[in-house]
């Protein structure tokens, strides 16, 4: 059995890029974290309307993480470490294993390594939002394993509120009175608000948007918005039986993802449109 890793280190270390050895890395995991999803979507759904719900992912999660790769791609220094191919291997292990979530993990640790380590801006820009895609996919999940009972609790409040109903728990009378509705985990805003984080992340950082304090009104602007949009879809199901059965399912989800994808792209951009108009 023959061995030289010294020698196979040296040559991968001049033949990429920092851009091109962290952007495939960060392409790989993307890759490794969204085909655990992708699957998921295809048992349940079948693969005809699997694709057609984009695989149950935001569509904001699929544009960051081709945005994010990119920019990471951006980077042309030729000067990769010893160190930088020791965390590559190890990031590629953590990938070939079939769980999900050690995707994530990785990409988050990676994210924070590329910005700590890396001078181009570009990349820096792009691991930023990197590491924020992995907020929905991944921490936000983990936060509502925690804190699940008291977020559902306060979305039952909001819908409870907007119907003029009791609420016991996580369950709301319908408004007319006919049975109770459930706010089960899939249906809470947290998710929303994620990804209305992520949107504002990704936009800002693709256009290198300067921060300013007024940034943390354009952002809480499309996080309130995606909360009412979400309150709004489950209090009309809370109407009645005939309400619920009409809107509760792939076309009613599509319709308010399309609403919410809507208005967070419009305040983000909204919030850098000093930076876009000038690209433009």
């Not at 040296?10 to 999803?37: D, I, N, P, Q, Y």
């Not at 609790?153 to 709301?172: E, K, N, Y």
């Not at 039986?241 to 809107?247: E, S, T, V």
């Amino acid at each position: 059995m023959l061995a030289y890793p010294a020698e196979g280190a040296t040559r991968v270390s001049r033949k990429l890029s920092r851009g091109e050895f962290f952007g495939g890395l960060f392409a790989l995991g993307c890759a490794s974290g969204l085909a655990a999803r992708v699957i998921q979507s295809a048992n349940r759904l079948g693969w005809g309307d699997a694709f057609f719900n984009t695989f149950e992912i935001s569509a904001i999660v699929w544009g960051s993480c081709v945005a994010g790769v990119f920019l990471v791609l951006q980077d042309r220094a030729p000067a990769l470490r010893s160190r930088d191919l020791v965390l590559g291997a190890g990031f590629v292990f953590l990938n070939i294993l079939p769980v999900g979530a050690l995707s994530w993990i990785s990409i988050t640790a990676l994210s924070i390594y590329v910005v700590a380590t890396t001078v181009d801006a570009s990349s820096r820009r792009g691991a930023i939002i990197l590491l924020a895609v992995t907020v929905p996919m991944l921490w936000s999940r983990l936060l509502f394993q925690f804190f699940a009972n008291l977020i559902l609790q306060i979305d039952a409040s909001l819908v409870a509120f907007v119907l003029r109903t009791d609420r016991t728990g996580d369950m709301v009378r319908f408004a007319d009175g006919s049975g109770l509705l459930v706010i089960l985990p899939a249906c809470s805003s947290l998710a929303n608000v994620s990804l209305a984080i992520l949107c504002w992340v990704a936009v800002s950082q693709v256009v290198d948007h300067r921060y300013s304090a007024r940034d943390l009104l354009w952002c809480l602007a499309a996080c309130v918005s995606v909360i009412t949009v979400n309150v709004m879809r489950i209090s009309i199901q809370g109407i009645s039986q005939w309400h619920y059965d009409a809107f509760h399912g792939q076309w009613g989800d599509m319709i308010s993802n399309m609403i919410i994808l809507g208005l967070t792209l419009c305040f983000s951009l909204s919030g850098v449109r000093r930076e876009l108009f000038h690209r433009i």
